[in-house]
């Protein structure tokens, strides 16, 4: 459970303070994060019911952890309505001993997003530094969440996790599907897709997958999108490659490597189980699975 800003504590020990929504942790966090010292803390600041992220706020928290010890959560419902002064009043109770806030260069705060990086530079008092962090760049292009939004909806996941430095997933239950793939065509994995998550283009991905409970990885064959030609409803479903499970995981992650197809149409189901193997084949090419 994250740590809630607003509630009645202090931080007494950290000394810096990395402030943002952090939605990804993607380079240009991690960048930022570095400014921090080594009693720097995390502040998430973010509305409490999200869609379309690229990481929960639970993800957030974990990948966070890597840069800083502490990491907290500031609900955007309860600050949102606050002048600027207000807010930076609230960090400093909360954070008595802060010595340096490290923001990015188009950081917004307050009512209406009224306040910006001079802003909180006029309201800071004069023993707290505030680095910000510029904007960073890659091939020229201004890294932003919203940018690797765009990779994955138009299915370059590859692009998408070198901005991210690690693969785009997706978590959830196992759930039961149609039985058509352990009895006439591959068997698969049948993932519960989380309720306003962030989607990848539809179509065939080589994935890795890795189990409930297990730190191992699997390579794998994932569809995502409407089962075109069966019942056209919307399903992520997962065929591990050289590797065959007694029963199923309670839950699965799916981490997407490649884009390897569309989504497409197929008059009869030999057709698809043809169109799957080469799909195997492909994956193995590129995964390289033991």
């Known amino acids: 459970m994250p740590l809630f800003f607003a509630k009645d504590f202090k931080d007494t020990e950290n000394t810096s303070l990395a402030i943002g929504k952090f939605d990804g942790v993607h380079l240009a966090h991690q960048k930022l994060l570095s400014l921090l010292d080594d009693k720097g803390a995390v502040l998430i600041v973010d509305w409490q019911r999200t869609k379309g992220v690229l ?8 990948l966070l952890k ?3 010890k502490r990491v907290y959560f500031l609900p955007l419902e309860q600050v949102c309505t606050l002048l600027p002064g207000e807010f930076v009043a609230l960090l400093l109770a909360k ?12 950081f917004h705060f ?3 997003k009224m306040g910006d990086t001079q802003t909180l530079q006029n309201l800071l008092p004069p023993q ?15 890294l932003h969440a919203r940018h690797i939004r765009t990779c994955l909806k138009r299915g370059e996941v590859a692009l998408a996790a070198q ?5 785009f997933s997706l978590e ?3 759930i039961s599907g149609q039985h058509l793939g352990s009895n006439q065509l591959y068997p698969t994995l049948n993932m519960a ?20 409970g297990s730190s191992q990885i699997y390579a794998g064959v994932s569809f995502l999108g409407e089962r075109l030609s069966t019942d056209r409803h919307l399903a992520l479903e997962t065929h591990l490659i050289n590797a065959h499970l007694p029963t199923p995981p309670k839950a699965l992650k799916v981490s997407f490597i490649q884009k390897i197809r569309d989504n497409v149409f197929f008059d009869n189901l030999p057709d698809l189980k043809v169109q799957i193997s080469k799909d195997l084949q492909q994956a193995k090419a590129l995964l390289k699975p033991e």
């Not at 954070?95 to 188009?106: A, E, M, S, T, W």
């Open 193 to 212: 897709i989380p309720p306003n998550a962030l989607l990848p283009a539809f179509g065939v991905y080589a994935v890795q997958v890795q189990l409930e």
């Open 110 to 112: 307050g009512l209406n």
């Open 66 to 68: 890597a840069h800083a």
């Open 55 to 62: 990481t929960s706020l639970k993800e957030r928290i974990a």
């Open 128 to 142: 707290i530094c505030l680095e910000i962090m510029p904007a960073f760049k890659i091939k020229g292009m201004v």
């Open 172 to 174: 959830g239950a196992v």
């Open 95 to 106: 954070c008595p001993h802060l010595q340096k806030i490290v923001v990015g260069y188009d």
């Open 163 to 167: 901005f991210l430095t690690r693969p």
